[in-house]
Nanobody, 124 residues
């Protein structure tokens, strides 16, 4: 089992940057595929980016390609999401998720573990 705690959200102007972190408990973080999701008010939760256990394979949804970078530090049990060139439409609660598997996981229903979320607000 793994517990996830996100941090790094906040209020930023359009064009700015934020880096989200997701700290995972336990000693088997490297056994988990990880993902970042977001949910805006009145909208469904959507996948933003995903990464496999090693960090070698990554996936990004089209709307964030070239602006966001997902990465992980298995020695620190931490997942990151570097968000640059932020837009008002990136405003949402951002969640990290974990699934004990080796590949990249792009389906929300596959993830077994979720953090509590961190709010990102981008002003225009």
């Amino acid at each position: 089992q793994v517990q996830l705690v996100e941090s790094g959200g906040g209020l930023v102007q359009a064009g700015g940057s934020l880096r989200l972190s997701c700290a995972a408990s336990g000693r088997t973080f490297s056994s988990y595929a990880m993902g970042w999701f977001r949910q805006a008010p009145g909208k469904e939760r959507e996948l933003v980016a995903a990464i496999n256990w090693s960090g070698y394979n990554k996936y990004y949804t089209d709307s964030v390609k070239g602006r966001f970078t997902i990465s992980r530090d298995n020695a620190k049990n931490t997942l990151y999401l570097q968000m640059n060139s932020l837009k008002p439409e990136d405003t949402a609660v951002y969640y990290c998720a974990a699934e004990r598997t080796i590949g990249v996981v792009t389906t929300a229903g596959t993830y077994d573990y979720w953090g509590q979320g961190t709010q990102v607000t981008v002003s225009s």
